[in-house]
């Protein structure tokens, strides 16, 4: 009985021990093209993250949308922060159609040739969203409940009062950050 006990505890700790290590070192990472209300909910996300679960995350900011998702097909990128408009461009369609039509197409289309998910917009004058890769996705199950909770907190009013305040990524850090206190988000 011992010996069947014993066995039972080492293969727990051994079992116990390789999860850990699986989840060290690994970074999330937030891409976004360079422009500053992408930037403000990047790091809205980011601090979400952080603080709500103890993951480090990193922003990286990428020329334009090309090279974010060539970063993104490489694996480099976890996280995006997207708008429908942008999204269509990407597949190459026109930005004709209206908001919620355009994002249900969206939706459909990222995850079928992209192996993209989109979250819940977020909120702000162009309805950005949190779009994670399938991987991320799978790796992170309760990510997009977190990331979701932005979607109620932020409304167009908030967002562009935010967006004026931001004057420097410095600034863009605090901003979020004390946004997302108020809220009682972190």
């Not at 422009?35 to 990286?60: H, P, Q």
């Not at 907190?153 to 108020?182: E, Q």
Request: with cysteine; hydrophobic share 40%.
């Amino acid at each position: 009985m011992k010996r069947v006990v014993l066995l039972f505890v080492a293969v727990s700790l051994l079992t116990i021990g390789h999860l850990s290590q699986a989840c060290v070192g690994k970074t999330i990472h937030v891409g976004i093209s360079n422009a500053s209300n992408e930037r403000l909910l990047a790091e809205m996300a980011s601090l979400l993250i952080t603080e709500r679960t103890g993951s480090t995350v990193s922003v990286d900011v990428y020329k334009d949308s090309r090279e974010l998702y060539n970063a993104v097909r490489k694996g480099n990128v976890n996280v995006l922060i997207e708008n429908p408009g942008n999204a269509l461009e990407m597949l190459g369609k026109t930005k004709g159609a209206d908001g919620a039509s355009a994002l249900a197409f969206v939706k459909a289309e990222y995850r079928k040739s992209m192996n993209l998910v989109w979250l819940e917009p977020i909120g702000g004058s162009q309805q950005y969203s949190s779009v994670l890769t399938v991987d991320t996705l799978s790796n992170y199950p309760a990510l997009p409940k977190l990331l979701n909770k932005l979607s109620g907190a932020l409304n167009n009013d908030t967002y562009s009062k935010l967006l004026k305040s931001v004057d420097s990524s410095d600034k863009t850090k605090k901003v979020a950050k004390d946004f997302l206190k108020g809220k009682k988000l972190i």
